[in-house]
T-cell receptor, first 114, second 114 residues
């Protein structure tokens, strides 16, 4: 079945540091890939997505590239801010295979220190 | 649009009591998902509906849990009887079937069973 493996947390960085959160996946076909973010006390919200190989999703300075050859979708940001402190979830769905539901990774808690 | 609406936001109850969580999806979205989030197990999909019909309830933990969607704008998740191990944050999310793109999450209901 489908699965998502993401970097164990928690991750603590200083402000303006470079961020990478690794994510790899196993899927039946050609999934859509997502990064969701959960700020304290809130629901998840979509951060970025990519729907086919070599697509790059980007939002709020975050980027992730869909790498089919390595089945990866690593999240990166060049200079993190305190406001980026949150839990980040990598996820996939396979709507073309009739699988509309999201398969989530375990989440990575990120804390940015001023 | 107001987004996905969940009520109540917080619920504290005693073991053995019935608990009903409510969700109003985004208008026009024809998929609705119920999730549970705990520190121990992370984010779990409990059940999801398409056009008010349950599609996959394999994540429902046991018979004490039930979910209904009587119409396109309302769903309930009921726990009867509740137990302390049901304490968690329960999220509802909705998805537009035409795009099968981003799931929109509600703010969640924090349930505490004493």
């Amino acid at each position: 079945g489908d699965s998502v493996t993401q970097m164990e947390g928690p991750v603590t960085l200083s402000e303006e540091a470079f961020l990478t959160i690794n994510c790899t996946y196993t899927a039946t076909g050609y999934p859509s890939l997502f990064w969701y973010v959960q700020y304290p006390g809130e629901g998840l919200q979509l951060l970025l997505k990519a729907t086919k190989a070599d697509d790059k999703g980007s939002n709020k300075g975050f980027e992730a590239t869909y790498r089919k050859e390595t089945t990866s979708f690593h999240l990166e940001k060049g200079s993190v801010q305190v406001s980026d402190s949150a839990v980040y979830f990598c996820a996939l769905s396979e709507p073309n295979f009739g699988n509309e539901k999201l398969t989530f990774g375990t989440g990575t808690r990120l804390t940015i220190i001023p | 649009d107001a987004g996905v609406i969940q009520s109540p936001r917080h619920e504290v109850t005693e073991m053995g009591q019935e608990v009903t969580l409510r969700c109003k999806p985004i208008s026009g979205h024809d998929y609705l998902f119920w999730y549970r989030q705990t520190m121990m197990r992370g984010l779990e999909l409990l059940i999801y509906f398409n056009n008010n019909v349950p599609i996959d309830d394999s994540g429902m933990p046991e018979d004490r849990f039930s979910a209904k969607m009587p119409n396109a704008s309302f769903s309930t998740l009921k726990i009867q009887p509740s137990e302390p191990r049901d304490s968690a944050v329960y999220f509802c999310a909705s998805l537009e079937g035409r795009s099968l793109d981003e799931q929109f999450f509600g703010p969640g209901t924090r349930l505490t069973v004493l």
